[in-house]
């Protein structure tokens, strides 16, 4: 059964930082391109980042780059996605998702609220 599991969300302030991770299973993690999307309150699901290997490319939206990194550590089945400098444009739900060929699995999503 394929499985992909957020997890790291919360409530933080303007200029915090907070990790997310994505635990996968059912499948071979390793031959997957990776992405993190995620959904503003009223919004459209866009994507943020993505990366296919672990050290290779890395993709990023114009609006986290330089403040978001994603990584990957295939040994363990999990993707990260770190994030610095949180601004309340950020809130939104955080999906993980992976993806080969025709095949696409998302995750439930990890809510990252940023207020003050």
């Known amino acids: 059964q394929v499985q992909l599991v957020e997890s790291g969300g919360g409530l933080v302030q303007p200029g915090d930082s907070l990790r997310l991770s994505c635990n996968a299973s059912?499948?071979?993690?390793?031959?997957?391109?990776m992405r993190w999307y995620r959904q503003a309150p009223g919004k459209e699901r866009r994507f943020v980042a993505g990366m296919l290997l672990p050290g290779g490319r890395r993709d990023y939206v114009a609006s986290v780059k330089g403040r978001f990194t994603i990584s990957r550590d295939n040994a363990k089945n999990i993707l990260f996605l770190q994030m610095n400098n949180l601004k309340p444009e950020d809130t939104a739900v955080y999906y993980c998702n992976a993806i080969y060929g025709s095949l696409a699995y998302w995750g439930k999503g990890t809510l990252v609220t940023v207020s003050s």
């Open positions: 059912g499948f071979t993690f390793s031959r997957f391109t």
